[in-house]
């Protein structure tokens, strides 16, 4: 019985246009999006085998394909949902979102600061990639990474909040090889609700990582 499942999207393929057109959300999260779930279940599955075997040579190769397949389901599920087609501005107090609006500034001097390295690290990926605004629990700070592939350079305990795919099967059938006309058209659907929700509930698990005495 599979582990992972592929989660529905939240709206339907039209939604995010013009922004993101339905052909190539239609394609990223049924093809693209499914092949990370389905992989990761494999992975799972080839894992138990090689154990049972006493195939302990496989078993890191196997491990960092798990990494790789579950760490692509995870941040496309964020993806989806930090989308919509009613977003974009910036998180402000009176969308109740203010908290995450606080520690913004806190973090990064000014929304316009964080916007810029927000973008510049989703727009300069070498290869396959994504720009990431995260939760760094020991700090209690929002840092942003710049993640290779779907799991490298990242802190541990650091919690996803704000994704931008910078892989091109994100953007090349609309935006062909301007990936950085891609990352500014972005900013025009984030789901600062959904941001927000995610911010709060890093937050109050933060204390798991290293809880205090």
Same mark, same amino acid.
């Given at each position: 019985?599979?582990?992972?499942?592929?989660?529905?999207?939240?709206?339907?393929?039209?939604?995010?246009?013009?922004?993101?057109?339905?052909?190539?959300?239609?394609?990223?999260?049924?093809?693209?999006?499914?092949?990370?779930?389905?992989?990761?279940?494999?992975?799972?599955?080839?894992?138990?085998?090689?154990?049972?075997?006493?195939?302990?040579?496989?078993?890191?190769?196997?491990?960092?394909? !798990? $990494?790789?397949?579950?760490?692509?389901?995870? /941040?496309?599920?964020?993806?989806?949902?930090?989308?919509? =087609? *009613?977003? +974009?501005?910036?998180?402000?107090?009176?969308?109740?979102?203010?908290?995450?609006?606080d520690a913004i500034t806190e973090s990064f001097g000014s929304f316009a600061g964080f916007k810029a390295q927000l973008t510049k690290a989703?727009?300069?990926?070498?290869?396959?990639?994504?720009?990431? !605004? $995260?939760?760094?629990?020991?700090?209690?700070? /929002?840092?942003?990474?710049?993640?290779?592939?779907?799991? =490298? *350079?990242? +802190?541990?305990?650091?919690?996803?909040?704000?994704?931008?795919?910078?892989?091109?099967?994100?953007?090349?059938?609309?935006?062909?090889?301007?990936?950085?006309?891609?990352?500014?058209?972005?900013?025009?659907?984030?789901?600062?609700?959904?941001?927000?929700?995610?911010?709060? $509930?890093?937050?109050?698990?933060?204390?798991? /990582?290293?809880?205090?005495?």
């Amino acid at each position: 019985m599979p582990v992972y499942t592929l989660p529905e999207l939240p709206y339907d393929y039209a939604a995010l246009a013009p922004v993101i057109s339905p052909e190539i959300i239609e394609l990223h999260h049924d093809k693209h999006h499914a092949a990370y779930v389905k992989g990761a279940n494999d992975t799972l599955e080839q894992l138990a085998e090689a154990r049972d075997k006493e195939s302990w040579g496989a078993v890191n190769g196997l491990e960092k394909n !798990l $990494a790789f397949h579950l760490s692509g389901h995870i /941040l496309h599920s964020i993806y989806w949902t930090n989308m919509t =087609g *009613n977003g +974009g501005g910036e998180p402000l107090a009176v969308d109740g979102v203010g908290e995450l609006a606080d520690a913004i500034t806190e973090s990064f001097g000014s929304f316009a600061g964080f916007k810029a390295q927000l973008t510049k690290a989703a727009a300069t990926t070498q290869g396959s990639g994504w720009g990431v !605004l $995260a939760y760094e629990p020991l700090s209690g700070r /929002l840092v942003v990474e710049q993640i290779y592939d779907h799991q =490298g *350079n990242v +802190g541990q305990g650091s919690v996803p909040i704000l994704v931008f795919d910078a892989w091109e099967h994100a953007f090349y059938l609309q935006y062909r090889n301007q990936k950085v006309d891609f990352i500014d058209a972005m900013w025009q659907v984030v789901d600062w609700q959904d941001v927000a929700r995610r911010h709060e $509930a890093a937050r109050s698990r933060a204390n798991v /990582l290293l809880p205090t005495p």
